[in-house]
Antibody
Framework: QVQLQESGPRLVKPSETLSLTCSVS??????????WSWIRQPPGKGLEWIGY???????NYNPSLKSRVTISLDTSKNQFSLKLSSVTAADTAVYYC?????????????????WGQGTLVTVSS | DIQMTQSPSSLSASVGDRVTITCRAS??????LSWYQQKPGKAPKLLIY???SLQSGVPSRFSGSASGTDFTLTISSLQPEDFATYYC?????????FGQGTRLEIK
């Protein structure tokens, strides 16, 4: 059974960098069959895709956040991480990580499953 | 970006009702369409992938269909545990985008 678990600081000051880690069990982040993704959801609002990373280290980010986002892999710990710089109150959200199976020769992203339980990160001084 | 427009935004229904939620993509997405159920304080749960394939373990009262850029999630007979918010999502072209959500409430 594949499980993902987010961890990291729950409170971040404005202008600082938000850092989260997703620990994966039951699958390998070194697998060529999946992307590993971050998604966020502001309180009471809808879902926003942040980006994903492939085992090769290739990344794809939402253009709306691209200038501030870095997603990286740590294969030795079977984890992947999110860094979001220069945060403001608008970045307050529940942050989720998820596995994204991919298919076809070009590794077309399929669907998001499973998801981590999510972690609420608040940006406040 | 591909816009995913869900309708209705909210819906009141009773246990046993048949419910349909629609999602329209702003351009062709080649059936790279998934449906998720989210309950308060929980992560989204995958229900349907590839527009009409039922995820393992999901009750058969859930079904999905597609017609061009229009997609439908149907719950054939609502159960108490189905009252939640439902999201559609396209993964055909990045940025990956979600519908705004449909809140299904008890009448």
């Amino acid at each position: 059974q594949v499980q993902l678990q987010e961890s990291g600081p729950r409170l971040v000051k404005p202008s600082e960098t938000l850092s989260l880690t997703c620990s994966v069990s039951g699958d390998s982040v070194n697998s060529g069959s999946n992307y590993w993704s971050w998604i966020r959801q502001p309180p009471g609002k809808g879902l926003e895709w942040i980006g994903y990373i492939y085992y090769s280290g290739n990344t794809n980010y939402n253009p709306s956040l691209k200038s501030r986002v870095t997603i990286s892999l740590d294969t030795s710990k079977n984890q992947f991480s999110l860094k979001l710089s220069s945060v403001t109150a608008a970045d307050t959200a529940v942050y989720y990580c998820a596995r994204v199976p991919c298919s076809t020769i070009s590794c077309q992203a399929d669907w998001f499953d499973p998801w981590g339980q999510g972690t609420l990160v608040t940006v406040s001084s | 970006d591909i816009q995913m427009t869900q309708s209705p935004s909210s819906l009141s229904a009773s246990v046993g009702d048949r419910v349909t939620i629609t999602c329209r993509a702003s351009q062709r997405i080649n059936n790279y369409l998934s449906w998720y159920q989210q309950k308060p304080g929980k992560a989204p749960k995958l229900l349907i992938y590839a527009a009409s394939s039922l995820q393992s373990g999901v009750p058969s009262r859930f079904s999905g269909s597609a017609s061009g850029t229009d997609f439908t999630l149907t719950i054939s007979s609502l159960q108490p545990e189905d009252f939640a918010t439902y999201y559609c999502q396209q993964t055909y072209i990045t940025p990956i985008t979600f519908g705004q959500g449909t809140r299904l409430e008890i009448k």
